[in-house]
């Protein structure tokens, strides 16, 4: 059976601009997920969190490697039929738009209405309305029907802790546009880099 | 069976999707509250089930009748009517005038010249009695300028009830009113609830939490949690809320 999420050798570099051409940034990734599950996804501003997610959802192209979604290469699936396989959920702001080079009709039918993998980016959590219990309830909800879910989240509470180690069964940590996986939250607070990112949000060891 | 139901709608704006999957379900005599951040798709989902959009795809059942795709007067003229989040009068005009062009038999002949309207007595009685229902009764010679905020709020919802509905949706009816405005729509809408199915969009949680049945929380344009009030203030975190600390 084909994985839930494939990210293969998953290269996205930038240029600066000007000549000769000059590499600003790249992002690498490399991972695997089976079977549905909840992944919380931290990292400063500007390590490639949110490439990450346009990487993965279809928007924005990669300069190597392919995405697979439940089977099927996302880059090859009908622009606007992309969400049915992976959606991004971001804050409206954050959309950006992407030079499209193939006509959409000679690409794939997704196949499906309902997509199998969800991206939040930032959901902004806000104590004071109790939301975020119910948006805890529906990543629950979506994980339990077959999905897999992205919680992208930056914290700067310590309740944003509490509610990746509440949601979260594993995690990514995307430092310079490498991404480095945690089987658990015990194992992402202990490491050396995450803890200087948390600053003194970092759980005491 | 619920009177109106909605199975997964989905509405898209270009590359950006408003509704993802929508399931919504009001039984009759119930009132349901919807609620949700700027921006989750609130009233994407009411322009969808009143026919001021058409889903790109799903299905809106109302009364056994599969209304999806028809033009907003239609599903008016089968029971269904709404108010908007702005409000639409005819500022100079008297606020029985306003729900005298409302009513739809006076509509179905609109042709015939304002003019008839006045001497049309039986339309100006139904019109009073409708503004009496929302506790307009004495204002009607007023012009629809001259009302107080809240006034205006209300013969936005007796032009709704003009058409005779048996489901009424509210897009943010408390919005822009303090708190004297908001506990008069709230008796006013208890009294409605009384005879109507009923919808209502509130960002106000109170006030829902006091009037709904059961409630619908929309964000990323889908349901992503349901239930009585009771049910909803049950969740730890809204327990941790500030909604928690109201008693009723």
């Given at each position: 059976?084909?994985?839930l999420l494939k990210?293969?050798g998953?290269?996205k570099?930038?240029?600066?601009?000007?000549?000769?051409?000059?590499?600003?940034f790249?992002?690498?990734a490399?991972?695997?997920?089976?079977?549905?599950?909840?992944i919380g996804l931290?990292g400063p501003?500007?390590?490639g969190k949110t490439?990450l997610?346009?990487?993965v959802?279809g928007?924005?192209?990669?300069t190597?490697g392919?995405?697979?979604v439940?089977?099927r290469?996302?880059h090859?699936v009908?622009?606007?039929?992309?969400?049915?396989?992976?959606i991004h959920?971001?804050?409206s702001y954050q959309v950006?738009?992407?030079r499209r080079?193939v006509?959409s009709?000679l690409?794939e039918?997704?196949?499906r209405?309902?997509?199998?993998?969800?991206l939040?980016d930032e959901?902004?959590?806000?104590?004071?309305?109790?939301?975020?219990?119910f948006?805890l309830d529906?990543?629950?909800?979506?994980?339990?029907e077959?999905?897999l879910v992205?919680?992208?989240?930056h914290?700067?509470e310590?309740w944003h802790?509490?509610?990746?180690?509440?949601?979260?069964?594993?995690f990514?940590?995307?430092?310079r546009g490498?991404?480095?996986?945690?089987d658990?939250y015990?194992s992402?607070?202990?490491?050396?880099d995450?803890?200087?990112y948390?600053?003194?949000?970092a759980?005491p060891? | 069976?619920?009177l109106?139901?909605?199975?997964?709608?989905?509405?898209?704006?270009?590359?950006?999707v408003?509704?993802?999957?929508i399931d919504l379900?009001?039984?009759?005599?119930?009132?349901t509250?919807i609620m949700g951040p700027?921006g989750?798709?609130?009233?994407?989902c009411?322009?969808?089930?009143?026919?001021?959009?058409?889903p790109d795809?799903g299905r809106?059942?109302?009364?056994g009748?599969?209304?999806g795709?028809l033009?907003?007067?239609?599903?008016v003229?089968?029971?269904?009517?709404?108010?908007f989040?702005?409000?639409?009068?005819?500022?100079?005009?008297?606020?029985l005038?306003?729900?005298?062009?409302?009513l739809?038999?006076?509509?179905?002949?609109?042709?015939?010249?304002?003019?008839?309207?006045?001497?049309d007595?039986?339309?100006?009685d139904?019109a009073?009695?409708?503004?009496?229902r929302?506790?307009?009764?004495?204002?009607e010679?007023a012009?629809?300028?001259?009302?107080?905020?809240?006034?205006?709020?209300?013969?936005e919802?007796?032009l709704?009830?003009a058409?005779?509905p048996r489901?009424l949706?509210?897009?943010?009816?408390?919005?822009?009113?303090?708190?004297?405005?908001?506990a008069?729509?709230?008796e006013?809408?208890?009294?409605l609830?009384?005879?109507?199915?009923?919808?209502?969009i509130e960002h106000?949680?109170?006030?829902?939490?006091?009037l709904a049945d059961t409630i619908?929380?929309?964000h990323w344009?889908?349901?992503?949690?349901?239930?009585?009030p009771r049910?909803?203030r049950?969740?730890?975190?809204?327990?941790r809320?500030?909604?928690?600390?109201d008693?009723?």
């Open positions: 059976m084909a994985s990210v293969d998953l290269v570099r930038y240029y600066a601009p000007g000549w000769p051409r000059r590499v600003a790249t992002l690498e490399d991972f695997e997920v089976d079977a549905p599950r909840t931290l501003n500007g390590s490439t997610f346009e990487l959802t928007s924005n192209v990669p190597e392919r995405v697979s439940d089977g290469d996302i090859k009908r622009y606007r039929e992309r969400d049915r396989l992976a959920y971001h804050q950006r738009a992407f080079t006509p009709f690409l039918r997704a196949g209405d309902r997509p199998r993998v969800h939040f959901p902004q959590f806000a104590l004071q309305d109790g939301y975020i219990g948006m529906f990543f629950a909800r979506l994980r339990r077959g999905n992205f919680l992208c989240v914290p700067n310590p802790l509490d509610i990746l180690r509440e949601a979260c069964e594993s990514l940590f995307v430092r490498r991404v480095a996986p945690f658990g015990a992402l607070v202990a490491d050396p995450v803890r200087t948390l600053g003194a949000l759980p060891h | 069976m619920a109106f139901e909605a199975r997964g709608l989905h509405k898209r704006f270009g590359d950006r408003v509704l993802e999957a379900a009001f039984d009759a005599g119930t009132l509250g700027n989750a798709g609130k009233t994407t009411f322009h969808c089930l009143t026919g001021y959009h058409r795809r809106i059942v109302f009364d009748e599969d209304i795709g033009r907003p007067h239609e599903i003229r089968r029971g269904v009517a709404r108010s989040q702005a409000i639409n009068l005819f500022d100079a005009d008297t606020v005038d306003n729900v005298v062009v409302a739809p038999e006076v509509r179905r002949r609109v042709a015939d010249a304002w003019g008839d309207l006045a001497r007595s039986g339309a100006q139904r009073a009695e409708v503004l009496a929302v506790g307009l009764a004495g204002r010679r012009r629809a300028k001259d009302l107080a905020y809240g006034e205006r709020r209300a013969l919802i007796a709704a009830l058409s005779g489901i949706f509210l897009d943010e009816p408390t919005s822009g009113l303090g708190a004297d405005g908001t008069r729509l709230g006013l809408v208890s009294e609830k009384r005879t109507l199915t009923m919808v209502v106000d949680m109170r006030f829902l939490f006091g619908a929380v929309i344009g889908q349901v992503i949690a349901g239930g009585t049910e909803l049950d969740n730890p975190w809204v327990a809320s500030a909604l928690a600390e008693p009723c």
